[in-house]
């Protein structure tokens, strides 16, 4: 069965961390997506990647960068967490030209 | 660039009544559409997907949605609505390799 796992549901971060997100995905897709969530505006894509060590900005990438070492693993880095990056965070992977597949999301909050 | 509008923030449906969710967008050609539904606090599952063919496409947990290119709609439709059914959906449409753009969702609650 396919599977995208996120390393943490919930989190607590303070004002200024650097704060880390990992997905894994398990099913060998070359593409690898990070969301945002917030109510009434949908899924934003912040970054994806389409290969290791590949990386193309979505439309608010600002505030946030990617990693992504190996094929089935794609990290979101807040180099320096602010309070209006609090949100829900989504990790999606597929193959080209195909449906994602979702993780079940982090819950970020930066106190 | 294309876009995707769901033009229904918030709908309630009693338990056994019909429902239908819109969805239009906004594309130059043929786009690679689908609705998702997630449930609170969970990430998001797809309900089916259009790619080519049939215009009518059946999903899973008996929703369907139809394609109709000179409405630029891809509406979805459930002859029946259980309580279970009571969560967020997501129309989205993909186009190119790797560009997919999501609608604000419309959330749907039952009422008993």
């Known amino acids: 069965d396919v599977k995208v796992t996120q390393s943490s549901r919930y989190l607590v971060k303070r004002t200024g961390e650097k704060v880390f997100l990992e997905c894994v995905q398990d099913m060998d897709h070359e593409n690898m997506f990070w969301y945002r969530q917030d109510p009434g505006l949908g899924l934003r894509l912040i970054y994806f990647s389409y290969d290791v060590k590949m990386k193309e900005k979505g439309d608010i990438p600002e505030g946030y960068s990617v990693s992504r070492e190996k094929k089935e693993r794609f990290s979101l880095i807040l180099e320096s967490a602010s309070t209006n990056q609090t949100s829900m965070y989504l990790c999606?992977?597929?193959?080209?030209?195909?449906?994602?597949?979702f993780g079940p999301g982090t819950r970020l909050t930066v106190t | 660039a294309q876009s995707v509008t769901q033009p229904d923030i918030h709908i309630t449906v009693s338990e056994g009544a019909s429902l239908e969710l819109r969805c239009n967008y906004s594309?130059?050609?043929?786009?690679?559409l689908f609705w998702y539904v997630q449930s609170p606090g969970q990430g998001l599952q797809l309900l089916l997907k259009?790619?080519?063919?049939?215009?009518l496409v059946q999903g899973i947990k008996g929703f369907e949605a139809e394609f109709k290119r000179s409405q630029s709609s891809f509406n979805l439709r459930k002859p029946s609505v259980h309580w279970s059914d009571a969560a967020e959906y997501f129309c989205a449409v993909g186009a190119g390799d790797n560009d997919m753009r999501f609608g604000a969702g419309t959330r749907l609650t039952v009422k008993p």
């Open positions: 999606a992977s597929n193959r080209v030209k195909n449906e994602q597949y």
């Open positions: 259009y790619f080519s063919g049939d215009t």
């Open positions: 594309y130059g050609a043929t786009p690679y």
